[in-house]
């Protein structure tokens, strides 16, 4: 005891009281463990960082051991060793089973990848999003409906995995909804949490598609709750609101040529099929879009004189009507000027008469 006591207690700056050195070196396993205990140590954080770590340190322990049994031959190096690299095992196995425990299905870790990883959205709150639907993935096979006009009550909010749903009112086709858009914002956004409605469109799938659906109570107290998830929604429903309104306005100007406002109100009723009676004003346009009658049998014109030749390039044939751009008429707004553009387009059919996108474009 006196000798450990001395020696512990000897100063540090002294020679230390060792009965010779080795001359030869310690074996390749023994270097080759301190090289992999050092790059285990350079490691950094987050889960791929422990997984560095844990993984270098759990090797360099490893050839410790190997050391200490064959080459040190000693029982102490040996345990010690020992229990460092089967902790170091454990704390792998954990992370493995936390990352299998935690992991999204293939098709809403696609999901995160396409809508909501370029908004910067974190992984943390789209979990919240995806435990209110359950982690449920619907079906509709070819020809199914998923929403039927003036029957199915607006419950729930769904957006589309895979495939294409057709939308019809009144068996006339609108436009389409496509992947990675929803279902059913137009009527989500139209009623407040406390009423009740139906859907006043049909949606129909075209192919076999796949679907996500939140049920109403359930996203709205979410919604209540999580001030972020609700802007969040917000903006996504507001974008996929306004692309089906433009595509509902670029069928228009596919159809007449021009492109009208999307804001203007009842374009629905307006673009329907025409009344067959148009009335003594529809009349009066016609006429003066045909022109003055022919003179009868009875009635004599007068003769006209020869016109001279024109020396310049022959004029343009007189218009029936006047443009409306060259009308001069500033006191009328542009819903009218549009519905009277409707009214001139005689014997022409609605594009909501056309069921699809073939028949369209025949």
């Not at 080795?22 to 270097?31: I, N, T």
């Not at 299905?105 to 995806?130: G, M, N």
Request: glycine share 8%; with cysteine; net charge negative.
């Amino acid at each position: 005891m006196s000798a450990n006591g001395s020696t512990a207690s000897q100063p540090l700056w002294q020679d230390p009281m060792c009965s010779g050195w080795k001359q030869d070196l310690e074996g390749a396993v023994y270097h080759l463990a301190n090289c992999f205990l050092l790059l285990g140590f350079m490691g950094g954080s987050g889960v791929y960082g422990c997984f560095y770590l844990f993984g270098f340190l759990g090797t360099g322990y490893v050839c410790c051991v190997m050391w200490g049994w064959f080459d040190a031959c000693g029982l102490d190096i040996v345990l010690w060793s020992f229990l460092l690299a089967t902790a170091c095992l454990l704390q792998l196995a954990l992370l493995v089973y936390r990352l299998r425990k935690n992991a999204l299905p293939e098709e809403f870790d696609l999901l995160y990848k396409t809508l909501c990883l370029p908004l910067q959205v974190p992984l943390q709150v789209y979990k919240e999003i995806v435990h209110c639907c359950e982690e449920q993935v619907f079906t509709l096979a070819t020809e199914q409906t998923y929403a039927v006009e003036g029957e199915t009550p607006i419950n729930r909010l769904s957006l589309l995995l895979s495939g294409r749903v057709r939308v019809s009112q009144d068996g006339q086709f609108l436009h389409y909804i496509f992947p990675y858009q929803f279902m059913d914002s137009p009527e989500w956004e139209s009623l407040q949490p406390s009423e009740e409605g139906v859907f006043q469109v049909t949606l129909t799938a075209e192919t076999a598609c796949s679907y996500i659906s939140w049920p109403r109570k359930s996203l709205h107290l979410l919604l209540t709750k999580e001030r972020y998830i609700s802007r969040l929604f917000s903006a996504l429903l507001g974008y996929d609101i306004s692309e089906k309104l433009y595509a509902l306005n670029d069928k228009l100007f596919a159809k007449f040529g021009l492109r009208f406002d999307i804001r203007l109100p009842s374009l629905y009723h307006v673009l329907g099929p025409a009344a067959p009676d148009t009335g003594p004003e529809s009349e009066k346009d016609d006429e003066e879009v045909r022109g003055p009658a022919m003179p009868t049998s009875g009635q004599r014109t007068p003769p006209r004189s020869p016109l001279p030749a024109a020396s310049g390039p022959p004029a343009p044939p007189p218009q029936a009507r006047m443009s409306r751009l060259d009308s001069g008429i500033l006191g009328e707004d542009s819903a009218s000027l549009v519905l009277e553009d409707f009214e001139e387009v005689s014997g022409s059919e609605s594009f909501m008469d056309y069921r699809s996108d073939g028949e369209y474009m025949r």
